[in-house]
């Protein structure tokens, strides 16, 4: 038979709607298409309820009809969608023809829209065929958001949790230890001799003792435990429900002896060692970081020493004793007093005709002493500090006000302050932003913030709140970083999220990693299906930025389009960039 040959599988519809002429000549025509069809039929919302939650039932494509004598037959949506499939393809049709039903109807989740005046068979057979088209790109979205967060959140070589997804853990059992008082330990594990493994047989031998290990500890550990590896040859584990020292001390040596089973690889016997860290909740407090460095530190402790396995103790707890490494912290107040800072702007353009989108601002600092300091390194020193509100207020202010200057020649140009996630908890944060806007008569429309999407996910309810007050205010916010530690892109839906920027790690590999184009490709198709516009960072080469174009993904950001430049330098540049579009739109 046909279907055989073009591959349509038999479907089964389910048609709702109270006249029985109307459904009979919906069925005489979804009976006369290419497709063998069974019809199931309901007169009412009741009737049609009881079909859809009959576990025996099976539905590939719903005809509805809005007006029933029972109600409105839009109300059996999420009957629909929670029963079925929340991909089950809905067909809206309704005796006139109103081009704001259709449109309401499409909003309220339909798949598609027919008039009962304007059916013919070659109608409803093209929209089985769309719906079944939409229910395929529906799924296989789905299944690459699975692959996507699945592979974003594991190590590629052991597929255990990567150190994003471990982070998450260990902010959920904190979260939970301090709300109930469930304890639990945070072990570091880093391997012994795993070095000479590498170097004397070669990056294979070292692959299978990672390998076999992280299978040794899944094994042996219970469903509820997160075992991660970290990188290289770091292991983290996070165990529920340990209440004491003693059973600590239990596991690590069970540990111990699972790892120091030799690994038999290529007809050869390694053996490796560990040295353990463990830090208990709630002894060592509930703060993730906190417990993290603790088990750390006695990590270290360990592999110096004599003992496989060390405690961190409670009254050693790390304090910010390691940050503030020969008074940085006070050069850095000092610095904010002067406004001795600077902020180097890096343009934003659309990569196919060289449009100015927007320029990010980037901060830099040269020392007194020890030069310039990078900006990564003065950022997390300031983000641990009590100084993290006055540096983002001052960088506020000085963008803000340098922004202000240049604004009438940007045209619709973006300004691109960096925040960093813990200010969002801070209570006045909005109203300073709003207030340093408009102190300095920026348009607010005219103003992103950046946030990487950890700060979403460590406190999405909180997150929220305040993205949606800046939104209130007009001012949008960018996702920054995306890519290297999201948890879920349900996240992005929730979100009133203005851009995505795609951190720079997967465009610096990308002409070479199939793994990072294809990871490019599916967040192109994402945010296309969101309307997000993505921008990709770090793009330093022609390459690059073609094969970015050619997918979809049209803005850019990055050396090879231009380097972050001094404020003064940001006119002259952009005389120099017009003139040049100009002349390449007039010769081409
Ligand atoms: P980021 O937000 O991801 O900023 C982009 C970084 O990539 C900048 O590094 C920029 O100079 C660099 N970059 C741009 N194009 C390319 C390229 O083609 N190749 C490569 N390899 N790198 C490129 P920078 O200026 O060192 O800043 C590092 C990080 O420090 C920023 O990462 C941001 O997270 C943070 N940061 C910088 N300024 C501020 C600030 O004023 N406030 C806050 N909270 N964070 C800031
Ligand atoms: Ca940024
Ligand atoms: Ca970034």
Excluded at 369 to 379: C, R, S, T
Aim: some cysteine.
């Amino acid at each position: 038979m046909d279907h055989l040959h073009n591959g349509t599988q038999n479907i089964h519809a389910l048609i709702v709607d109270d006249d029985d002429v109307d459904r009979e000549r919906l069925v005489r025509m979804l009976r006369r298409g290419p497709r063998e069809i069974t019809v199931e039929q309901a007169g009412s919302q009741a009737e049609a309820l009881e079909k859809i939650r009959d576990p025996e039932a099976h539905f590939d494509i719903v005809f509805l009809d809005f007006g029933l004598a029972d109600g409105d037959g839009r109300d059996l949506l999420p009957a629909i969608r929670g029963e079925i499939d929340p991909d089950c393809p809905i067909i809206a049709v309704t005796g006139n023809a109103d081009e704001q039903i259709a449109a309401d109807s499409i909003k309220s989740g339909m798949t598609e829209y027919l008039t009962k005046r304007s059916l013919s068979p070659e109608r409803v057979a093209a929209s089985v065929e769309e719906g079944m088209a939409w229910r395929q790109y529906r799924h296989d979205l789905r299944r690459q958001e699975e692959e996507l967060t699945h592979r974003s959140l594991h190590d590629p070589l052991t597929d255990l949790p990567n150190r994003t997804l471990f982070s998450d853990r260990l902010g959920q059992a904190c979260a939970r230890a301090r709300r109930s008082g469930d304890p639990f330990a945070v072990v570091m594990v880093d391997l012994d001799r795993f070095k000479e493994i590498n170097d004397n047989f070669g990056h294979a031998s070292g692959d299978a003792v990672l390998v076999t290990i992280g299978r040794r500890l899944r094994e042996h550990l219970r469903e509820v435990d997160t075992t991660a590896r970290l990188g290289g040859d770091e292991f983290a584990i996070l165990l529920q429900n340990i209440d004491g020292e003693e059973s600590a001390m239990a596991v690590a040596t069970k540990l111990t002896e699972l790892i120091e089973q030799p690994i038999v690889h290529g007809g050869r016997m390694l053996h490796v060692g560990a040295s353990i860290g463990i830090a208990l909740c709630p002894l060592l407090g509930f703060s993730p970081d906190g417990l993290l460095s603790a088990a750390d530190e006695a990590m270290y402790e360990a592999k110096r020493g004599v003992d496989k396995a060390v405690l961190a103790r409670g009254e050693d707890r790390p304090a910010s004793r390691s940050l503030d490494q020969g008074g940085m912290l006070h050069d850095i107040e000092r610095a904010i007093a002067a406004r001795a800072f600077e902020w180097h702007w890096q343009p934003k353009v659309d990569m196919r005709d060289g449009q100015v989108l927007g320029f990010e601002a980037l901060v830099r600092w040269t020392h007194p002493e020890d030069g310039p300091i990078p900006a990564d390194v003065l950022i997390e020193t300031v983000e641990q500090s009590h100084l993290l509100e006055a540096f983002t207020y001052l960088s506020l202010d000085v963008v803000l006000g340098e922004f202000a200057a240049l604004q009438h020649l940007l045209g619709d140009a973006a300004i691109c302050i960096n925040v960093s996630a813990r200010m969002l908890e801070r209570p006045g944060f909005v109203s300073h932003v709003v207030e340093t806007t408009a102190r300095h008569k920026v348009d607010p429309a005219r103003v992103m913030l950046e946030l990487t999407e950890t700060a979403l996910i460590a406190n999405p309810a909180q997150a929220r709140r305040v993205i949606e007050q800046l939104h209130d205010h007009k001012i949008s916010l960018a996702i920054d970083d995306f890519g290297a530690g999201f948890t879920s892109f349900g996240y992005l839906r929730e979100f009133a999220v203005s851009e995505i920027k795609i951190d720079r790690s997967f465009i610096s590999r990308f002409t070479e990693s199939r793994f990072d184009q294809s990871l490019v490709h599916s967040l192109v198709v994402l945010c296309e299906s969101l309307g997000i516009p993505l921008v990709a960072e770090g793009v330093e080469n022609p390459e690059t930025q073609a094969m970015l174009v050619a997918m979809g993904c049209t803005c850019g950001q990055g050396y090879g389009i231009c380097r972050p430049m001094p404020y003064e330098n940001v006119r002259g540049w952009l005389e120099m960039w017009n003139t040049e579009r100009n002349g390449t739109r007039l010769r081409a």
